[in-house]
C-alpha cells in the first residue's frame, strides 16, 4: 500500500500533523516529508495548513473520497487472500438495525465466539437506512435491516418475520383488554422511532393500512426512551416483541393486537453485490441461518 497515500488519509481524518505522527508510529518531520512529496506527485496542494488547524482544500477532498475507496479495497483484497490461507479466522463487520442489534444479535454473536474464536466481530447499530448507506459504501460486511429494503446495488435476503405489537403501560385504561380496533386509540400520544427506522416504516404502514391519523406523534431515536415513556404513561407505541420481552413478562408493559392479530415485518440480510466475501462473513452467515430456526421461533 502507497505509505505517502497512508500518511495523507491520516493527516486528513485527525487534521493534525503531530497526532497524525503518533498514530502512525512516525516523526513529525517525516508525516510532513510524505505530504510533500505526495502533493508533488499529484501536482497541486491538498491541505491548507495554518497554526491553528490542517484542513482538505478542494482537490484535498477529492483525493481522500477516492483514496479511502482504494485503502478499503487493498484491504478488502488481502482478506480475501487470507482466506485462501485461513479459516474461521478475522474480523467480520456487521452492521444491524436497533431491534435486531439490540435484541437478537447478542444471542448469535455468542454463537459464533464459541464455534469460531479466532473471528472478531465489528458491530456497528443503526436505523435501516444509514446500515444500507454504509454497506453499498463497503464500511460493512453484512447487514441486518428491518422492514420493507430494495437497493439494485445489494443483495437481499429474507431472514425471519418479525411481529409487533402496540403497547401500553400496565396501568393504561385498555390494559385489561388484548386486542383493539386501532380507532380505539384515536385520542392516544404516540410515540415513534425517527424516519428511517424500519420500526417507524411498520407503523406508518399500519397507519396506512387502517386509514389512521394519530392525534399527535412524539418521535424518539432510542428505543429504550420509548418504552420507559410508555411505562411513564406518556403515550403509546409499536414495537417489536423482541424489544419488549422482559417488561411483559414482569408486567410493566402490555401488548394489544390490532384486529386479532400482530403486524408483521420483514429481518432481511443485506450485502454488497459482489462475487467475493470474506470467509469470516460467510462463516458469521452460516451461523445466523442456523439459529434462525432457534431463535426466531421464540
Known amino acids: 500500500m502507497d505509505q505517502q497515500l497512508l500518511v495523507f488519509l491520516k493527516v486528513a481524518e485527525v487534521q493534525n500533523f503531530s497526532r497524525a505522527a503518533v498514530e502512525l508510529h512516525m516523526t513529525q518531520p517525516a508525516v510532513s516529508q510524505h505530504i510533500q512529496a505526495f502533493e508533488q506527485r499529484m501536482g497541486t496542494k491538498l491541505l491548507e495548513r495554518t497554526n491553528k488547524y490542517v484542513r482538505l482544500n478542494k482537490a ?17 483484497m488481502n482478506e480475501l487472500v487470507n482466506d485462501l490461507v485461513f479459516i474461521g479466522k478475522g474480523e467480520v463487520s456487521i452492521g444491524a438495525s436497533y431491534t435486531f442489534g439490540e435484541y437478537i444479535l447478542p444471542h448469535i454473536i455468542a454463537q459464533l465466539r464459541n464455534e469460531y474464536p479466532l473471528i472478531i466481530p465489528k458491530i456497528t ?20 435491516v428491518e422492514g ?29 383488554k388484548t386486542q383493539i380496533q386501532l380507532s380505539e386509540l384515536q385520542e392516544e400520544t404516540w410515540i415513534l422511532r425517527e424516519v428511517g427506522s424500519g420500526t417507524r416504516e411498520a407503523a ?20 429504550q426512551i420509548i ?24 408486567g410493566s408493559l402490555k401488548l394489544l393486537k390490532v384486529n386479532r392479530e400482530p403486524i408483521v ?29 432457534l431463535i426466531f421461533t421464540d
Open 125 to 144: 447499530i443503526a436505523n435501516t437506512h444509514n446500515i444500507a448507506e454504509m454497506i453499498a459504501q463497503q464500511e460493512l460486511d453484512i447487514g441486518i
Open 227 to 250: 418504552k420507559e415513556s410508555v411505562e411513564a404513561g406518556v403515550g403509546i407505541s409499536l414495537l417489536s416483541h423482541w424489544a419488549v420481552r422482559k417488561e411483559v413478562h414482569f
Open 204 to 223: 406508518e404502514k399500519m397507519f396506512n393500512h387502517y386509514d389512521f391519523t394519530p392525534k399527535e406523534i412524539m418521535e424518539f431515536g432510542s428505543t
Open 60 to 76: 484535498g477532498e477529492i483525493v481522500y473520497h477516492h483514496g479511502k475507496e482504494i485503502f478499503q479495497t487493498y484491504q478488502r
Open 265 to 293: 415485518r420483514n429481518f432481511s440480510i443485506i450485502r454488497k453485490n459482489t462475487e467475493f466475501h470474506t470467509k469470516a462473513s460467510e462463516v458469521f452467515l452460516e451461523i445466523l441461518r442456523k439459529s434462525q430456526a
Open 148 to 176: 420493507h429494503f430494495k437497493q439494485e446495488t445489494l443483495e437481499i435476503e429474507h431472514l425471519a418475520n418479525d411481529n409487533m405489537f402496540i403497547i401500553i403501560s400496565a396501568n393504561h385504561r385498555m390494559s385489561h
